[in-house]
């Protein structure tokens, strides 16, 4: 299925989790093997506001919303969107890291994990 997609995520310096969603919500793959916690309910939580953020910078005709970042005091928290109305499908991609993770490096991944996932998935 899609599950190595997550592979190049997983060998990032701070590397704790990832996700890949459709638009909605719904999980495709996930692996919380480094995390405390609800990867699930972080991922709706997560989502949430990423959904919100599309809906607010459009109405600010700012385009759309690509990428989100959360700078915490012990990780951080990086979402990125394959590109709403570029292509047929709507992915979401967010990764979790320790506050000393390498987010750039984690940002390029999911961008490529994105394309990946788009072409294998056929949509």
């Given at each position: 299925m899609v599950e190595h997609l997550l592979d190049d995520l997983k060998g990032i310096g701070g590397y704790k989790a990832a996700a890949l969603l459709d638009a909605t919500g719904e999980v495709l793959v996930s692996d919380a093997s480094n995390l405390k916690g609800d990867i699930d309910m972080a991922v709706a939580v997560f989502?949430?506001?990423?959904?919100?953020?599309?809906?607010?910078?459009?109405?600010?005709?700012?385009?759309?919303?690509?990428?989100?970042?959360?700078m915490t005091n012990h990780g951080i928290v990086l979402m990125e969107c394959s590109g709403a109305g570029e292509h047929a499908a709507h992915l979401h991609m967010f990764a979790i890291l320790?506050?000393?993770?390498?987010?750039?490096?984690?940002?390029?991944?999911?961008?490529k994990a994105l394309n990946n996932a788009i072409q294998e998935l056929g949509v």
């Open positions: 989502n949430d506001i990423f959904v919100t953020g599309h809906k607010t910078v459009e109405k600010l005709s700012l385009g759309k919303m690509k990428t989100m970042q959360f320790s506050q000393d993770g390498n987010h750039a490096l984690a940002r390029m991944q999911m961008t």
